[in-house]
């Protein structure tokens, strides 16, 4: 769409999470430090919850990416299952051999089988959860014990949980208490502050292949900063339709105007509602307007502002 006009390999602020544009930085790096040391260290359970839009995700797919051939990663991106489906599909991702219909206690004992035969090649097991708060409190239980499994040494299975923050209220549960407790790490993902947004804006548009200096303005920083609070999902959507809007009128920077655009055509974002007031929704169409009208009189010193 706009790539070519502004001189990009591919758009930047895409909403699918390619590694390739994952922001190291603030409580993500943290977070990701904090991963790959528990899972070196041979720890049972860790956790990291963030509010929706933090990038929970794309923090996933780079610890995935991250973990050398000694890791075996079961990847389960959709955890609301029965425990007999977890412990088919962790059966699958880890090689076990199975068979249609087979018992339970049979599809239990493969799995313990081919964790031992892994772990006699020196290779680790880790089973990646994403949207942890959506699996059933049963299959909870269920996860927790596979975690048992276990040699002398180390534990066979050790279990990485990404959610939203009804994760922590579904742990609360009293009949949970035992896996809660085997919890080692913890980590929260944190909006990025408007310094980080901006290095944010800079890193993402360096990785689309964007040379011609600042593409968004610092006033469009800033109201991009105050319409999404520093959310990269909110960030990702806002300066997407920005750029669009900027594209459309055929200019070569991103100000407040085209970001004021963007963030009227999100109002109905549940999102976006939960952070600005509807007055805000007419006041910036007219702040953008108004800067519009003072950068077509052209004093240089507002120029590089708007």
Same mark, same amino acid.
């Given at each position: 769409?706009?790539?070519?006009?502004?001189?990009?390999?591919?758009?930047?602020?895409?909403?699918?999470?390619?590694?390739?544009?994952?922001?190291?930085?603030?409580?993500?790096?943290?977070?990701?430090?904090?991963?790959?040391?528990?899972?070196?260290?041979?720890?049972?359970?860790?956790?990291?919850?963030?509010?929706?839009?933090?990038?929970?995700?794309?923090?996933?797919?780079?610890?995935?990416?991250?973990?050398?051939?000694?890791?075996?990663?079961?990847?389960?991106?959709?955890?609301?299952?029965?425990?007999?489906?977890?412990?088919?599909?962790?059966?699958?991702?880890?090689?076990?051999?199975?068979?249609?219909?087979?018992?339970?206690?049979?599809?239990?004992?493969?799995?313990?089988?081919?964790?031992?035969?892994?772990?006699? +090649?020196?290779?680790?097991?880790?089973?990646?959860?994403?949207?942890? +708060?959506?699996?059933?409190?049963?299959?909870?239980?269920?996860?927790?014990?596979?975690?048992?499994?276990?040699?002398?040494?180390?534990?066979?299975?050790?279990?990485?949980?990404?959610?939203?923050?009804?994760?922590?209220?579904?742990?609360?549960?009293?009949?949970?208490?035992?896996?809660?407790?085997?919890?080692?790490?913890?980590?929260?993902? +944190?909006?990025?502050?408007?310094?980080?947004?901006?290095?944010?804006?800079?890193?993402?548009?360096?990785?689309?292949?964007? +040379?011609?200096?600042?593409?968004?303005?610092?006033?469009?920083?800033?109201?991009?900063?105050?319409?999404?609070?520093?959310?990269?999902?909110?960030?990702?959507?806002?300066?997407?339709?920005?750029?669009?809007?900027?594209?459309?009128?055929?200019?070569?920077?991103?100000?407040?105007?085209?970001?004021?655009?963007?963030?009227?055509?999100?109002?109905?974002?549940?999102?976006?509602?939960?952070?600005?007031?509807?007055?805000?929704?007419?006041?910036?169409?007219?702040?953008?307007?108004?800067?519009?009208?003072?950068?077509?009189?052209?004093?240089?010193?507002?120029?590089?502002?708007?």
């Amino acid at each position: 769409m706009y790539e070519s006009h502004f001189k990009l390999r591919e758009a930047p602020f895409s909403l699918t999470p390619d590694t390739q544009f994952f922001y190291n930085r603030q409580s993500h790096s943290q977070a990701l430090n904090t991963l790959v040391f528990a899972l070196e260290e041979g720890e049972g359970f860790v956790k990291v919850v963030g509010e929706v839009g933090t990038g929970k995700t794309i923090l996933c797919r780079k610890l995935l990416k991250t973990l050398d051939d000694k890791f075996k990663a079961a990847y389960i991106p959709n955890p609301y299952l029965t425990p007999e489906e977890l412990k088919i599909l962790l059966a699958e991702e880890i090689g076990a051999d199975i068979a249609p219909q087979m018992p339970a206690h049979r599809i239990l004992s493969a799995i313990n089988d081919r964790l031992i035969a892994l772990a006699q +090649q020196g290779r680790r097991v880790v089973m990646v959860i994403d949207e942890a +708060q959506a699996m059933p409190r049963e299959t909870l239980e269920a996860l927790r014990l596979l975690s048992n499994l276990e040699t002398e040494k180390r534990k066979l299975l050790q279990v990485v949980l990404f959610g939203q923050p009804e994760l922590d209220t579904l742990l609360d549960r009293p009949d949970l208490r035992q896996l809660r407790q085997r919890i080692v790490y913890q980590e929260y993902l +944190q909006p990025y502050d408007a310094k980080s947004l901006r290095h944010y804006l800079h890193f993402r548009l360096a990785a689309a292949g964007y +040379q011609q200096g600042t593409l968004f303005t610092r006033f469009a920083e800033k109201l991009l900063y105050f319409a999404s609070r520093g959310t990269p999902r909110l960030i990702n959507v806002l300066a997407h339709k920005a750029m669009v809007s900027a594209w459309g009128r055929g200019d070569g920077r991103v100000t407040s105007y085209h970001v004021a655009r963007a963030v009227s055509d999100t109002r109905e974002s549940d999102s976006v509602g939960k952070f600005l007031s509807l007055r805000w929704y007419l006041v910036w169409p007219l702040v953008g307007a108004v800067s519009v009208a003072l950068a077509a009189t052209r004093p240089l010193w507002l120029e590089g502002l708007l």
